[in-house]
Structure formats: C-alpha cells, structure tokens
C-alpha cells in the first residue's frame, strides 16, 4: 500500500498582514511547517498556529527562512555558511518556545523560499542547515527537495529525511522545480496536480515541463498556503489519493 504526507507551510500571516486558510487547510494535510518570525509569521502568529495544529492532531515542523518580511523570503541573500547556520539555529529555537507551553515536540524542520532554492544547489548552504538542525535535536526530519543538496546534506550528517516534492509546481528536465519566473513554474490546474502527485507517488516520475519523464523519490508532497486556489487544492489532493488507496500519515520522528 502506498502511503504519503501532506505538508503545507502555515502560520505566514504577521502584524495586521493576513496571507492564508490555515484553520481550514489544517483539516486536510499531516505536517505544518510554521513560519519563525524572519519571512513572515511573529510571535502571536505562532502561537496560534501551533495551537490550531495541535488541535488538528497535525505535526510540526519548523519553517526557517532569510531575514526578508517585505520580499517573503524569496528574494537570494548573501550570506555566509555561519549565517544560514545561526539564522536557521535561532530560528528552531524560536519556534520550539511555543511548543513547550504546549507539551508538544518539533517534529521536522523545511527551509523556506530562496533559503531552500539556493540550498537545494549549493552544498556548503545546505550543510549549514543540517548542521543547525543535527545541533539543535538530531531526532528531527529534515524536509528537502527530492534529490537535491539538501537532502544529501541531510543523509550526511544521518539525520531521516523526507523527501519533498510538489503538486502545485512543475519540474525541469533536470529535476529542479521550474523557476517562478516561468510561465508554466505553477499548476493551477486542480485535476493536473493530483494527476503529477498520483505519477510520483505510485511510479517515482514525473514528467517535466518538456514532456521528459525523470525519476522522482517522494514521501511528502508540499501544498502551498498562499495561492487563491489553495484549500480547494488541499481537498481535491485529500480525497482523490484516499480515493485511489494512499494512506495520507505524517512522517513521524523516530524517539531520542
């Protein structure tokens, strides 16, 4: 029986900025990767989203990004190895304050936006991420693109690993996700990305941009909190794996 986790990336409302369903999508997926505080989300957004995630029995994971609120964290910033790694380490910390006032545990750890694109190829970025995530609790699942530095770096250093792929974004012929600059980079398409998360699920491809088909490891698939189409999105992704027999089950960490 195949089985997959549904992530989605919450809690990325700050101030009087509201972006997101989160209260709604949480009916539908297993993690919650909840922003920290640098690309968006603040203190009173985490609280509350670790409160709705812990009501919805969904786990929780930590969502790192740039110090970047008014870019969302997706425009590059230059910054050295022992800054990703700081930046990452305070940003776990940040985050696990409110799962203690609430007994609960960070169960994984998705860097954000440019953060993970500029670490999914640079290897000496993503070692600093793993390096702050093994740091901080090495019992935690380090959630990266599918076949990029990230996850090698994640392996290297023996942390589990989930591997990440995507409904809503299409892939180039190399495996990368297609640029947002493009033209085809999102599929808005309900019926396609359910079709692209059953191919990578059931068969480990998926077909790029060019008609190519590439082979494509995944055990949890990302949903996006902010596009307009994104609860309905969540549902249809919910019901029509149910529907073809995928159990939907949160990666879960193993006990420290």
């Given at each position: 029986?195949?089985?997959?986790?549904?992530?989605?990336?919450?809690?990325?409302s700050?101030?009087?900025?509201?972006?997101?369903?989160?209260?709604?999508i949480?009916?539908?997926?297993?993690?919650a990767?909840?922003?920290?505080?640098?690309?968006a989300g603040?203190a009173?957004?985490m609280?509350?989203?670790?409160?709705?995630?812990?009501?919805?029995?969904?786990k929780?994971?930590?969502?790192?990004g740039f110090?970047d609120?008014?870019?969302f964290?997706?425009r590059q910033?230059?910054?050295?190895?022992e800054e990703?790694?700081?930046?990452?380490?305070?940003?776990?910390g940040?985050?696990?304050?409110?799962?203690?006032?609430?007994?609960l545990?960070?169960?994984?750890?998705k860097?954000?936006?440019?953060?993970y694109?500029?670490?999914?190829?640079?290897?000496?970025?993503?070692a600093?991420?793993?390096?702050?995530?093994?740091d901080?609790?090495?019992?935690?699942?380090?959630y990266?693109?599918?076949?990029?530095?990230?996850t090698r770096?994640?392996?290297?250093?023996g942390?589990?690993?989930?591997?990440?792929?995507?409904?809503?974004?299409?892939?180039m012929?190399d495996?990368?996700?297609?640029?947002?600059t493009?033209?085809?980079?999102?599929?808005?398409?309900?019926?396609?990305?359910v079709?692209?998360?059953?191919?990578?699920?059931?068969?480990?491809?998926?077909?790029?941009?060019?008609?190519?088909?590439?082979?494509?490891?995944?055990?949890?698939?990302?949903?996006h909190?902010?596009?307009?189409?994104?609860?309905?999105?969540?549902?249809?992704?919910?019901?029509?794996?149910?529907?073809?027999?995928?159990?939907?089950k949160?990666?879960?960490?193993?006990a420290?």
């Amino acid at each position: 029986m195949f089985s997959i986790d549904l992530n989605c990336d919450l809690g990325e409302s700050f101030g009087s900025y509201s972006s997101g369903n989160d209260a709604e999508i949480m009916k539908y997926i297993t993690s919650a990767n909840i922003a920290c505080g640098f690309h968006a989300g603040d203190a009173m957004v985490m609280k509350k989203t670790v409160q709705l995630a812990k009501e919805a029995s969904v786990k929780i994971g930590a969502h790192p990004g740039f110090p970047d609120l008014q870019g969302f964290g997706r425009r590059q910033m230059v910054l050295s190895s022992e800054e990703i790694y700081s930046i990452t380490l305070y940003q776990l910390g940040a985050l696990e304050g409110f799962l203690r006032s609430h007994s609960l545990t960070l169960n994984h750890v998705k860097p954000h936006g440019a953060l993970y694109n500029m670490a999914a190829d640079h290897a000496p970025s993503a070692a600093a991420i793993a390096k702050a995530v093994y740091d901080f609790d090495n019992s935690l699942i380090f959630y990266g693109l599918s076949g990029s530095e990230l996850t090698r770096a994640a392996e290297s250093f023996g942390l589990n690993v989930g591997y990440e792929v995507f409904a809503d974004r299409s892939y180039m012929p190399d495996g990368k996700l297609t640029p947002r600059t493009h033209e085809k980079a999102l599929i808005s398409n309900l019926d396609q990305a359910v079709n692209q998360s059953l191919q990578i699920i059931t068969k480990q491809t998926v077909t790029a941009i060019d008609g190519t088909v590439i082979s494509m490891k995944g055990t949890t698939i990302c949903l996006h909190s902010d596009g307009p189409g994104a609860l309905e999105l969540a549902k249809k992704l919910n019901k029509e794996l149910k529907s073809a027999g995928i159990k939907i089950k949160s990666l879960e960490k193993e006990a420290s």
